[in-house]
Structures are given as C-alpha cells and as structure tokens.
C-alpha cells in the first residue's frame, strides 16, 4: 500500500448538494463547498459523510459490521447501545448566543444543521416542519470542545493517586489495568465518552492502553464505545517496545533478580507483533461509524519505545496517512533521562528519527526550551496541553505562551482521569488560563479566556486532524456544538462568557443521539 | 462595655438537655455537652441555640426583628424570604457514607440531628415518627464547607476580569460597585450564598464591601441574604480610611489635577465614622437568625488604612469579643509597598500594631516568609488561603506547606468571584491540592486531599471562631452537613473520595430550610 498524506492540512473534498428542502434560508446557504449528504442508514434518512474504507477481508468485514451495528455486548442482559449514527435529520437551534469561535464575541443567532453539517448560521433562520427543533434561549452555542489527549482506560481508575509523580504513577499501571477484557476496555472508554459529552465535549484523541499489549478486540472495544456514546474520536492504541523498567536509569538494575524475573514475564509483545495489531486495527476500524470513529498511532512515551520501533510507527502511519501520538517531555525524568540516552533532547531526537510533522501530535510538552520550541513550531507539530494533569502529578507548567508566540499549534487536553480525575474540558479551559498566570509575571504571555478557547476548538481540530470541518460554529463545519446555560449561577457574565465558564447544560454530540438525549431536545 | 474574649478556643458551653423523645440511640447519644435545645419560634418546635442579644435601643430592636422575620424585600412584587430558622425539628440521615473529618475514612453511618445540632452518629439510628427522614444512600455524607474568605458583592461583577493582577482589579471596584442600593448588596449576597449552598457550603467569612464606606442599611442587607439563605455567616464589612491611589506608592502623585481632585471626591468616611457605622452593625446584628448570622471586623487591607484605624478596629472587635480579618500579601505590590511604608514586613507591621491573635484572620498571605509564618503561627492566627483567586490574578502560590508545618491554622476560600469566577469550594479543594503541587518539587509539602479537606472543615471552623462547633460529622457539632453522590461520574473511588470529587448533589445547610430544598428531603 503506497504512503498516503496525513488528512491535516488537506481536507476530504465533498461535492457540494445542499438539500433543496432546506427553506428560508437559500441565500445563506448558498456555496457550502463540504456538503455532502447522501442517502444511508436503513431508514432511507439522509445519512453522514463517511469515507470509503479499505477493503476488508470477510472476518474484518463482518468486525466491522458489528462495531457499526453496535447491537451487541459481550455480557449479561444489557440492552445494546446504538452504535450507528441513524442518519441526522434537520436539527434548527434556535435563538441561542451563537459563540462562533475563540476569538469571535458572542451574538444572537440561529444554526441549522443537515445531516453532519452545519449548513447555516445566522438571525432567523427556518426549517421543515419534521425538523428537530432545538430551544437555545438563554443558553450559548459553542463549538464542541475537542480534548486533544485523553486516555479511555484511565476512567476506571479515577481518584486513586494522589501526591505521586508521574513516574511512580505509571508504574503502577499494571496493578490498575493489566490483563483487562474488552468488555472492560469498552465501559471504561464508554464511562469517559459520556462524562465528555456531558461536559460539552464532542471530539477526543484517545490513547487508550491494554497491558502487556493492545490486542485486536481491545480496539475495537474501545472503537465501538465512541461509537456507541456519539463522540467523535481519534483511537491510538498506545504503545511501547520496552518495559517501564528499562528506560527509567537504573530502575531495572536496583531490582532483585526475582522481581526482575517478575518484570520480565511482564514485557509486551515485540515491537512488529504489536504495530501488526495497531495495522490490523486500522485495516478494520479506521474511519468507521460514519468516519466519526478514526484510529492513530501512538508510540506512547518515546523513551519507552526503540528508535526502530518510532520509525516503524511513523511508516504505519503514513501509509495510511493518519496521526502519530505521543508522551513527549513530560517530566523531568523524561527530559533528563532522554537527554542522557539520546546525548540532546527527546524533542530533537524525535525530530531526528523523523516524528515530528503536520500529523504530529505531542502531549504535555512541559520540559521544552526554546530550540524545540522551534522544532515543534517549524515541522507544523501540535502540542496537547494537559494543565490538571501537569499540576497533579507535578510534571511542572508547560510553556504555552512560548509556543504560541513561536506559532506553535497548541491543543487542550484533559489527559486520563487517572492522572487528572475528570474529563471535564470546561474545567481544562479554567487551569489552563488560571495556570498561565502563576507560570510567570510576564503578563503580555498570560492565557486570555478566548486564547484557551482557541486552544480546545481549532487548536484541537487542527490537532486531530480536522482543521478544516471542527472547532466552529460556522457552515461547513461538521456539526459538533454544545450549548450552555448564560443565566446560570455559575456562568459568566454575557460580556467575557468564557473566563468563568463551568458547567454545561446539554452538549449536541457529532451524532444525532447525542443531540437528542438532551432533555430539551426531541428525537428526530 | 468591657472587653470581651474571642469566642476562638474558648467555646460557649450550654447545659445539655438531650430530648426526650430521641429512641434506639440514648446510649449513643449519652453524654453530649453542647446540646441546649429551648423552645423557640412561633410554632413551639425546638428552636435553635442562640447567644443572648447585647441590649438594643428601639429602632435597634425593631431592625433587628425584621431580619430576623425576613418578611420584606425592599421594592417590587418579590415575595419574601424566610429569615428565620423555623425550628427544625429531628432529622435522620440514613445510609451514607460519612466522611466524619477530613482525616477519617468514610465509613457507613446515620446522622441524627435535633435542631441545629448533631446528637448521633453511627449505624442503625432511630427516630421519632415525625422526624424528617433523609435517605443517603450512595451518597457521602461530608460536614458542610466553610468558606473563610469571600466578599458578598463580587457575585454581580463575576467573570469581568481577565488577565489583570489585583492592582487594576482593585482600582475598577468604583466602577463596578460604587453607590449600590441596599438591595442590590442584598440581591449580590444572596446570589453567593445560593450558589455556596448549593456546592457544599454552609458557612462563610464574608468581607463585603460598600464604596465609599458601608451603611447600616447595606450592612443589615448582607445579614439578611445570609439569614434568607439559611447559609451559617460571619459577615464582616470590609473597610478602610484611605484611598487606594494613596497606598500604591507614586499613584496620587502620577494623577493630573482633575483627576486627582475626582479620586478626592470618592474618599470614604472618616475613620471613626466607619468604625461607628461597625460598631451599630455589631449592634443591631451579631448573633442574630438564631446565632448563625454573627459579624466581624474587617480593616480590609492593611496597607490601605491608618495604624490608627487598624488599632480601632482591633479595640472595636475585643470589645465585642469577634473576629478581625484582613488581608495580608496577598500581591508582591502590597508585600513591597508595605515593607517600603512600615520599613519592615507586613505581618510583623500587623503583629506590632497589636492585630495578629487567635481571632486574627489573614486572607492570601502569599508574601510571608519564614519570620512571618512563625509570627502567625506563635500568635495562633489563622491564614484563609484561597487558591483560584491567587492564580487569576497573578498572586502567586501562597507558602501553605511551610505555614502547616510551623503550625499555622490554614482556612480555604473561594475570595470573592470578581476574582475567581465562582463560590464553588470543591472547586477550592481541588485547586488548593494541585496548586501546591506545581510550587515545589519538594514532593513532602504537597497537599493531599485530606489536608485540603480538613482546611475547608477544621480549619475554616477554627478560623471562624466555630472550631469547637462546626467542621465535624460528629455529635456536639452544629449541623452543617453536606452529602454527595459518591456513584456518578465525577465522584472518585470509594477509597479515595476526595481527590477527584467536584459535583455536590446537595447541600443541607444550617437551617433546616436549606435542608428542605433538597429534592429529598421533605420539609418538617
């Protein structure tokens, strides 16, 4: 298979068919060039833009099915969840504070959205009469914030760390989530769907993990629980080719040999039997439920991982031109013992082994100077920015205003809850600001509210990859919205609705029922 | 009137009258000192432990009852709020998890509360036929939050900073909040009060402010938002006799003529005339709402007031046997600026003045240094730490470590939402924990979760003079309990219920109407 480019920076193209029943609003709708609804779904309903998949052998192909049927569970009685997109209807919001973007103030506006598309937005705007309808008064319509990093088996283990760094956090990894079955892989993904979407967030790149290894039904476990919860999601089976013990200086020798026998039994599969799941996962799964649902590759921490084994990760990536995720200086242990690995920084020696590019995304970036700064900004890298989690396991304050005025695209993430005990990404937009501003005097560089916003809507679709259909509220975006109360307690005051923002009433997922679990929302 | 002793440390002691009807639970409930249940309110039902009133003139004594029956709101159609507690009767909360203290594991209990106080704790308690009955289950049963350090008429002016330090928010106070109308005090009060209750919070320290100077008429409309909202107050005005363009050293000076003459213009009253304006409060107010409203006095910051001034005040609440609170470096601007006025630091200016003491309250103090920590510790003064309000404007990270380690009483605080968005104390818990996780890699001083927790409770008891009454799950205490769902999405582990735990389901304040709007309660 020939190397395809990655998606960022280069849009699927659509041909434009607005739908001729959409009335009263023509004129606005008028050259939407990434409308593209075609008929889909059982029920003859329009259904949502998807991309063709790879061909599929029979086993994949009937896999693949039942992720995109959703109409199973492993255990017990459970009524299955729907995993399917069912084929949006016309969803009319109306009446709401329509905050289009970052750095856009907010004002009063309709959005109409046809099938996975917002197709107009504007004053009074009309619809069919089998329209869903949507009430937004005295609430504001956002973009659906984008969690640039999070990582789906964390949801089980909230709350159970406290006080420890990173490194001791990670070692304990096995005692919390070795040898899970997918069915628990697909409820803790599903757990930290649904806290997403509840928290008006819409889109995440999740680098979920199976101890020892990932395996075929660990993917798709989690697959099918974005699938099943209407999030849309980038899934990057993280992984590694050498042990914690190995790349932490000196941990493996201080050991005893019987635990060192002990650690051993616990290596991972090798570097090519684990990148043959991560490949076979993307053969089976990558751009499934509707396209909503895509894989990546996540080499987890680079130092965890051998040079051969990054290179291999990066050609698995580009041939089937998706993202490359990774753990990237998050601690000091980190940065200092690739430092004294590598003889330069792990920013650099990424670079080197050739990660570093408009598909890359690195994660935390806390322990960067300013010549990696200029690496990450000058390959056109993405940083995720985790704020909670650098502060909850005491990585240290990323320098974010750096990169951003070194043009580096800086996305927000709310990390595992693990390591952060939420996944609340209004709560990431509050610590990324309130960090900022004990980082440094230097005030010019403190995070504004509209700067943070940016950084959880077009930062994070840029970062996944979407740059071109996420992070607004504007036609042609793919639909992702969230709504919030302006009347509230807790919210802000209309003139700055961002900097004490919180709480989120209802949260329109990229799916239909998502929308319509909202109680003020109808089922198409 | 004779000097009277803080009430810190030095409880007020009531003969025990356990009631009668109390069943299945004598032996438990035994030998409770601090049960003193009298008849009281219209109905005849128990009343609640009230101190006895200083002697009232007329007018004094007429004021005092129409906060105390709370049966008007100033203008329009508004119905009026209930003042006054009513009375509650017996309430049995039921199979919660009681968290008893912030040191304590959560272990399964019922809570049975006679008035305002707790008369037992343990398993399997009984109560009378027509007590109020509240099922906890699956719910942590917490003692109610105290929030040591708020100002009452931020909560109109919320989410309108950004990226300024506290200089320039102070100076826009004029702006935001000269010349409000006793109602609107009253309407900005109660909206924190609500939101505090409604977040696990039933008592505050509450710096409210009027600019000029504080009314009696605005110091009555903050007691009677308190006393409405059934949230357990100690309402100190904030006050001060001079201006601020005359402490920022160079300030006054900076101004052209007509503005300087403007600023002349807003100089607030006389200093004796503030204090006398306190002194009615004191009055007219103090243990008043049977004894859950008391007041305070509060010289606001020390740098923007006269040595004179501060020493009245602290005669002013000696004589009424109360609490001083002030703020004390909170910025690097006050902690320079006073070093440069005092030619020595803040707090040993304060401790030679004769201010610091066990009824001392310093809110922030982020600019102390080890002489300082051990002058607010050996004088057994408390420090109000409040986290989100030091990082939204650039306060910097307060020493909390160091100043538990000396052995000084740390409360927690929200400060007023101007500048920090929110009255939310898990909110506080979780920034206080992660804060101090980022100031210094010296991993012993980091908080845990526990030692934030016991802050919010132990501490902020002992700071409001209340260490002997409130801040437990435990019989003697007043009630003040707060419980939350320890199975939804946001809660943590059972294991580790306050690390990641945010979202309060309901809050049962000090009142039993406060208790009754919880959808499952039922009011007695």
Not at 257 to 262: I, T
Not at 298 to 316: E, G, K, M, V, Y
Not at 374 to 384: E, H, N
Not at 400 to 407: D, K, N, P, S, T
């Amino acid at each position: 298979m020939g190397r395809r480019q990655c998606r960022r920076g280069r849009p699927h193209r659509h041909e434009a068919q607005p739908r001729g029943h959409l009335r009263g609003d023509e004129g606005r709708v008028g050259s939407v060039q990434e409308v593209h609804l075609r008929r889909g779904g059982d029920e003859g309903r329009p259904g949502l833009l998807r991309a063709e998949p790879p061909p599929l052998d029979d086993r994949a192909a009937q896999q693949r099915a039942q992720v995109q049927a959703g109409a199973r569970r492993r255990r017990g009685g459970h009524q299955p969840v729907r995993a399917e997109i069912t084929g949006a209807a016309v969803l009319l919001i109306t009446d709401g504070q329509v905050l289009a973007a970052g750095d856009a103030p907010p004002a009063p506006a309709d959005v109409l959205v046809d099938g996975d598309r917002i197709v107009a937005v504007g004053p009074g705007l009309t619809a069919p009469p089998d329209a869903t309808r949507l009430d937004a008064t005295g609430k504001l319509v956002v973009p659906g914030l984008i969690n640039a990093h999070t990582h789906a088996h964390n949801n089980l283990i909230k709350g159970v760390a406290d006080s420890v760094t990173l490194e001791p956090f990670l070692n304990t990894g096995p005692a919390m989530y070795l040898g899970r079955t997918p069915e628990e892989q697909y409820l803790s993904a599903l757990l930290g769907a649904v806290e997403m979407v509840k928290t008006g967030c819409t889109s995440a790149y999740d680098l979920f993990m199976a101890l020892p290894s990932p395996s075929i039904e660990s993917v798709e476990a989690v697959v099918r629980a974005y699938a099943d919860a209407g999030v849309r999601a980038l899934v990057a089976p993280a992984v590694a080719d050498l042990l914690f013990y190995e790349w932490v200086p000196g941990l493996m020798d201080a050991l005893p040999d019987d635990l060192r026998k002990e650690v051993e039994r616990r290596r991972p599969a090798s570097g090519p039997d684990i990148l043959k799941v991560v490949r076979e996962g993307l053969l089976r799964f990558h751009d499934t439920a509707g396209g909503r649902v895509r894989l990546a590759v996540a080499p987890t921490i680079p130092a965890q991982c051998t040079d051969d084994f990054l290179l291999a990760s990066r050609r698995l990536a580009d041939e089937f031109g998706v993202g490359l995720h990774t753990h990237l200086a998050e601690s000091k242990v980190q940065a200092l013992s690739g430092r004294r690995r590598y003889g330069r920084s792990l920013t650099r020696h990424l670079h080197d082994v050739g990660i570093l590019g408009p598909c890359f995304t690195a994660a935390h970036a806390v322990w960067l100077d300013a010549d990696d700064i200029a690496l990450m900004a000058d390959t056109g890298s993405s940083v995720a920015h985790n704020p909670a989690s650098n502060m909850k396991v005491a990585s240290g304050i990323a320098p974010v205003a750096e990169m951003l005025a070194r043009g580096v695209n800086v996305a927000l993430g709310t990390d595992g809850s693990g390591a952060s005990d939420n996944q609340n990404m209004f709560e990431a937009l509050r610590f990324a600001a309130l960090l900022s501003k004990v980082r440094s005097p230097d005030y010019p560089g403190w995070l504004t509210a509209e700067q943070t916003l940016r950084m959880a809507t077009t930062g994070g679709a840029h970062a996944l990859g979407l740059g071109d259909r996420l992070g607004q509220v504007a036609r042609t975006s793919t639909r992702s919205i969230s709504a919030r109360s302006t009347t509230r307690r807790d919210s802000s005051s209309s003139a700055k609705p961002v900097a004490g923002s919180r709480r989120c009433w209802w949260a329109a997922a990229s799916s239909s029922r998502a929308a319509a679990s909202s109680p003020s929302t109808r089922p198409s």
